[in-house]
Each structure stands twice: as structure tokens, then as C-alpha cells.
């Protein structure tokens, strides 16, 4: 008996859905948290449409056939999705595996006597499979990566707000470490900020800085500097005793900085060279 | 050829540059400027380049030229009004002015080169006053 592999597969569509799904409700890792069942249906009904009413006797021997780009988008789209849902590598690899693992079910139901066209069949199903699950893979990756550069953006942003924290006092709290492309967003906005607000004195606080090497250093000294150049005083705040420490260790010359330990500290100096006084309000009891 | 006007205020002189600097024009602005704290005997040079969108390190250097020589002539100077894409350019030359005083407008520059020199002023008025009660 001749078997039509494609014919078969198209023949037994409804099958290999229902078996594939079957495959993925019983995994252990099902996350029902992010993604429902209707929604797992749907994506599965769609991915086997396309892939076999595009299978045929010539091209399900050439992966890189062009009738399997429709195929590969869907696949590439559900993957990326599932990147920004946030499912882990192993649920991704786990939903198309499962195809394949439907797929060969199929096959060793319906071809059981001849051997040979089953382990043909077999080879070729899995050759296919495993090609989608590198483009999965990469798409997935991709999907990934694309978060991560997002979130850095984001992280530069937001990381660098300038607050007036008094008349002619600006403070920039500097969160997570140093390089030269934040350092130029953090002088870029403090020296705006100055000239915007008119403020003398600016306070750099590193106390959410990890660690300060002779680079970070280096990029801090600039910042200052520039301060200096607009005509504003920079004070450095937030040392922590730790990199005092490392920054005696590596020989930094801070002795024309103006440094505090604490952003109170700080705060207190600017009153001080603006001539502001911070008091207690006197409580006068009334005597009855 | 342009001039940059150098304008006398009480003690100090005043310089506003309100046009692009090239290389000619600040070297007879640094020139000038010398031959009038001499003239004038003035105590501080206030230098406004607040119009100034454009700096090299020549024009870096002319500035820190122009308070070492003010400083000789017992002169201090004061630049106001620092663009903040001037004052990045300037660092990233390596030019950080160590020898320059900096202020953030003409006002605050004013206040700065007064409290710089009213030491002077202030022996100057003991002087009068000692005058004063002989």
C-alpha cells in the first residue's frame, strides 16, 4: 500500500489538533496564568491549518521551501508573543515540540504495517519540526531581546530624574552604574535643569551607585566640571564608606570636590552657602 | 574689522559677546581687554557668553589666557552664562578653565566678582573711616 504522507496529514487534520492539544493540556507546565485554553486552541488550529494544507510530496523534503513562510510567520508571531508574555524557553520549546510529538503519534497509528514508509515519514516529519523549532527559537530569542533593550531604554530614563529639592538647590539621585552614555544623559539634564531653575548648587548623589572604578570616576569628575563651567557648584554626595575606600585605593584625586556622606549633609552645606537657616519652630505654650 | 565693546561698571569691566567668536576677533578681544584693565586699573573682568553656541579648544584656551592675565594684573574674572552644550564641549576637550570663576547670569557674576573684591573696598572704607575720626 502507497502512502500519501501530506494526503494523510491533511486527511487527519482534525486528529493531530485534537492530539497536539491533548499534548499541551497535560504538560506539567501548562500556564494557565497567561495564556487560556481557547486561546492555545485557536493558535494551534491556525499553525496546522498552514502547515498542512502548504505540505506536498516535494516540499516536505526541502525545509526551506518558500511555501512554509506562511507557516514560519505564524509560528514566528505566536513566538514572539509568548516572549513578551513572559513564558520561559522550555514552555516555548514545549509548544511546538508537542506538534511534532502529535505529528508522529499520526503517523504510527495510521502506517503500521509498512515500516519503512513509517521511518521514512518519521525522518522527514522531524527534519521539518525541528527547523520550526529553530526559527521558534529564534524568533523567541529576538522577542526577548527586544524586551531587554526596551527595558534598558526605560532604565536610562527613568533613572535619571532631577528634582528640586529647594530654591536654586538641585539633587540627582544617580541609580545603577556609570558609563559614558548615561553620564552624558545625566550632564545633559542637570545642565539644563540649571539653567532652566537658575540653581547654584547641584547635588550628585552616588548612593545607588554599585560600584566606582577610575572609568565612573573619571565620567563623575566631568560631570562636576561641567557643573563648575555653568557657574553652579556640584557636591557629591551618597559615599558610601566602601567605595571611599576603593576610590583612595585607585589614587582618584577628589581633593577639588566638594563631597558629603549624606544628601542631608549635602543639604545642610547648600543652606549654608546660601545663607538659609533651618529651624525648629519654637512651641510656646499657652499659659491659661 | 568687528570689535567686541568692553564696557567699564565701577570697578569692573564688562564684556558681553553677543556674535560667534572666531579665532581674529578673540585674540584682539583678549588685546583689548588687557590694555583696558591696565587703563582702568580695574578689579574684575566679567566676560557674558551666554550668546555663545559654538567653542573650540582655541576658544577654550583664550578664555583661560584672559584670567591668567587678568590675574597678573590683579584683576579677577567671572564668565556668566555658560551654554550647557558649550560647558559638555568644553570638558570633553579637557579644558576644565581651572583658573576662570563661573556664574550662571551677569547678575550672579556681579554679586560673585563684589564679594571677590569687597575685601578691598571694605580696607578701603576702614581707611576713611580712621580719616574720618582723626
Known amino acids: 500500500m502507497e502512502y500519501n504522507i501530506p494526503k494523510l496529514l491533511q486527511k487527519k487534520k482534525k486528529n493531530i489538533i485534537e492530539l497536539w492539544i491533548t499534548n499541551q493540556l497535560s504538560e506539567a507546565g501548562l500556564r494557565e496564568d497567561l495564556i487560556s485554553n481557547e486561546e492555545i486552541r485557536q493558535q494551534s488550529e491556525e499553525l496546522v491549518d498552514s502547515f498542512v494544507s502548504n505540505l506536498n510530496q516535494e516540499n516536505i523534503e526541502d525545509v526551506n521551501s518558500g511555501d512554509f513562510d506562511g507557516v514560519i510567520e505564524i509560528l514566528s508571531g505566536i513566538s514572539i508573543t509568548r516572549a513578551r508574555q513572559g513564558f520561559s524557553p522550555r514552555e516555548t520549546g514545549a509548544f511546538i515540540f508537542g506538534l511534532k510529538e502529535a505529528l508522529l503519534q499520526l503517523l504510527q497509528q495510521e502506517i503500521k504495517e509498512d515500516k519503512e514508509t513509517l521511518y521514512q515519514a518519521t525522518l522527514q516529519i522531524n527534519r521539518l519540526l525541528d527547523s520550526f523549532s529553530i526559527v521558534t527559537f529564534e524568533t523567541f530569542i529576538k522577542g526577548r531581546e527586544e524586551v531587554i533593550l526596551r527595558q534598558t531604554d526605560e532604565i536610562t530614563e527613568i533613572s535619571t530624574p532631577v528634582i528640586r529639592v529647594w530654591d536654586g538647590i538641585l539633587a540627582l539621585p544617580i541609580i545603577g552604574t556609570l558609563d559614558s552614555a548615561r553620564t552624558q544623559v545625566v550632564m545633559e539634564n542637570l545642565l539644563q535643569e540649571i539653567v532652566e531653575t537658575g540653581s547654584s548648587i547641584a547635588i550628585l548623589d552616588i548612593s545607588g551607585v554599585p560600584a566606582v572604578d577610575s572609568l565612573v570616576a573619571q565620567h563623575l569628575i566631568k560631570t562636576v566640571s561641567a557643573t563648575r563651567l555653568m557657574g553652579a557648584e556640584c557636591i557629591i554626595s551618597g559615599i558610601r564608606p566602601e567605595i571611599a575606600q576603593t576610590i583612595v585605593h585607585l589614587g582618584i584625586d577628589l581633593s577639588n570636590i566638594i563631597t558629603k556622606a549624606t544628601l542631608a549633609s549635602a543639604l545642610k552645606f547648600s543652606f549654608q552657602s546660601l545663607k538659609l537657616e533651618v529651624k525648629k519652630v519654637q512651641v510656646v505654650k499657652a499659659v491659661v | ?134
Open chain 2, 1 to 134: 574689522m568687528e570689535k567686541i565693546p568692553i564696557l567699564k561698571m565701577g570697578p569692573f569691566l564688562l564684556v558681553t559677546i553677543q556674535v560667534d567668536l572666531y579665532d581674529r576677533l578673540a585674540l584682539s578681544l583678549e588685546a583689548d581687554l588687557v590694555q583696558m584693565v591696565k587703563k582702568t586699573a580695574a578689579k574684575g573682568v566679567l566676560i557674558d557668553i551666554s550668546a555663545v553656541s559654538i567653542v573650540d579648544s582655541f576658544m577654550g584656551r583664550i578664555f583661560g589666557n584672559i584670567a591668567g592675565m587678568c590675574k597678573i594684573l590683579d584683576a579677577e574674572t567671572v564668565v556668566v552664562g555658560m551654554q550647557p552644550a558649550v560647558a559638555i564641549t568644553l570638558i570633553e576637550l579637557g579644558l576644565p578653565l581651572t583658573g576662570v570663576h563661573t556664574a550662571l547670569d551677569v547678575e550672579k557674576g556681579m554679586k560673585l566678582l563684589t564679594s571677590k573684591v569687597d575685601i578691598d573696598i571694605e580696607s578701603d572704607d576702614d581707611l576713611d573711616d580712621d580719616h574720618n575720626t582723626i
